[in-house]
């Protein structure tokens, strides 16, 4: 596990869109695919402590290879200052880097990189993003046609390159208790997928 600053974050995305097609906004900290075939999945925020944890690791599991191998992911944290517990959840998240030898603030490094035995590291920061009401994109490093965004306000969404990897997905997900929901979907189609069809 290792802290990114948002510059960091910024060039991982740059070194690798070759391979994911994820495209970096040069102003806002949010990412998109320019794809015609680009196409999204938006699931309801969930609303207990325990849909929270569910959500969470599945999500964690939406980033696997297959949902066989975890190849580790890129976490970013976009909103982490909503509301007045946010120090609580700084204090958590810098307390869980330091247990891996990483003493940067979340103000100076709001990146995490996940290595390939760190999956249930990565849920734990998503769950912190769902308990506190904050932003976030989780990108896997492989499979490379998908991302994850968490929003600070009701709803978190996988992104895809295509509309295949999000069937695949959606098929993925049936037997699960979340589903997808179509209410504003156009809205989040628009953000992460502008040129789709």
């Not at 975890?70 to 909503?82: I, S």
């Not at 390159?161 to 959606?170: F, K, L, P, S, V």
Request: aromatic content about 14%; charged content about 25%.
């Amino acid at each position: 596990m290792k802290s990114l600053t948002e510059a960091e974050v910024r060039q991982w995305i740059d070194k690798w869109h070759s391979e994911t097609g994820i495209q970096v906004d040069s102003e806002y900290p949010s990412l998109y695919y320019n794809d015609p075939k680009a196409n999204i999945l938006v699931f309801p925020y969930p609303q207990t402590p325990l849909e929270a944890t569910y959500h969470a690791q599945l999500i964690s599991a939406i980033v696997w290879n297959d949902n066989q191998n975890f190849e580790g992911a890129l976490f970013w944290l976009t909103r982490w200052d909503l509301g007045p517990t946010s120090p609580v959840g700084w204090r958590l998240l810098e307390r869980v880097r330091a247990g891996f030898g990483d003493t940067r603030s979340l103000e100076i490094a709001p990146g995490q990189s996940f290595r390939r035995d760190e999956c249930s590291d990565l849920s734990v920061f998503a769950l912190t993003t769902f308990a506190f009401g904050w932003s976030a994109f989780i990108i896997p490093f492989w499979p490379a046609g998908h991302f994850v965004y968490i929003d600070h306000k009701d709803r978190w969404c996988i992104v895809s390159r295509t509309t295949e990897t999000r069937d695949a997905i959606a098929r993925s997900l049936t037997s699960l208790e979340t589903k997808p929901c179509e209410d504003d979907i156009f809205k989040w189609r628009e953000r992460f997928c502008p040129n789709a069809s």
